[in-house]
């Protein structure tokens, strides 16, 4: 398997402007998880799904972003206007039932908003 | 609510050992490892389910108390390939979700 595949790998873009992140998850995983990593407020939790159905959305900052997940096989992560403060590492990860065999993660966006 | 890990870095050399520690003030259920390489994605470790239950993983090793609500990782025979941040994750009682602690700088010089 190709593991957690996420793109861009980084993103440049100026403030105000929409923003689209990308995941394709593991073949079989049923939980989807993203994450922002940052300095200051290191690893948090945005939003998961199960079975394509948003579980848990508390940790989405503000309104200006937003997830998505069509299919079992893709994920986006969307901001829209973004803001300087939204410049930090995205991460999405994938599980599989019980979390048993732990996440794994995609190797990040690197989002900079300036 | 994140995880306290200690210590926030650690410095060795080569061949020595360390222990990263990770509490609880909720009860825990498991704990999950993973380290995290500069510039890279966090890779599993491994997971520890129940009260005192001890994994290991080449060296690398962890512990699991769960009436203390508080696991802790031990590197022994450190290798320059063990450098790397250190995170704990726990997930929120019964929800699938982690919550990760700060993480634990490691840094094996040779």
């Known amino acids: 398997d190709a593991g957690v595949i996420q793109s861009p790998r980084h993103e440049v873009t100026e403030m105000g402007q929409e923003v689209t992140l990308r995941c394709k998850p593991i073949?079989?995983?049923?939980?989807l998880f993203w994450y922002r990593q940052t300095m200051m407020r290191g690893l948090e939790l945005l939003i998961y799904f199960n079975n394509n159905v948003p579980i848990d959305d508390s940790g989405m900052p503000e309104d200006r972003f937003s997830a998505k997940m069509p299919n079992a096989s893709f994920s986006t992560l969307k901001i829209q206007p973004s803001e300087p403060r939204d410049s930090a590492v995205y991460f999405c990860?994938?599980?599989?039932?019980?979390?048993?065999?732990?996440?794994?993660f995609g190797s990040g966006t690197r989002l900079t908003v300036v | 609510q994140q995880p306290v890990q200690s210590p926030q870095a650690v410095i060795l050399r080569e061949g020595e050992d360390a222990v990263i520690n990770c509490s609880s003030s909720?009860?825990?259920?498991?704990v999950h490892w993973y380290r995290q390489k500069h510039g890279e994605a966090p890779v599993f470790l491994m997971i520890?389910?129940?009260?005192?239950e001890q994994k290991g993983h080449e060296k690398i090793s962890a512990s699991f108390n769960e009436k203390k609500q508080q696991s802790s990782l031990y590197l022994t025979a450190s290798q320059l390939s063990y450098s790397g941040t250190y995170f704990c994750g726990t997930p929120s009682g019964s929800a699938r979700q982690l919550t990760f602690g700060s993480g634990t700088q490691l840094t094996v010089l040779p």
């Open positions: 520890l389910l129940k009260g005192g």
């Open positions: 990860a994938s599980s599989l039932g019980q979390g048993l065999g732990g996440y794994t």
């Open positions: 909720k009860a825990l259920y498991s």
């Open positions: 073949s079989g995983h049923d939980y």
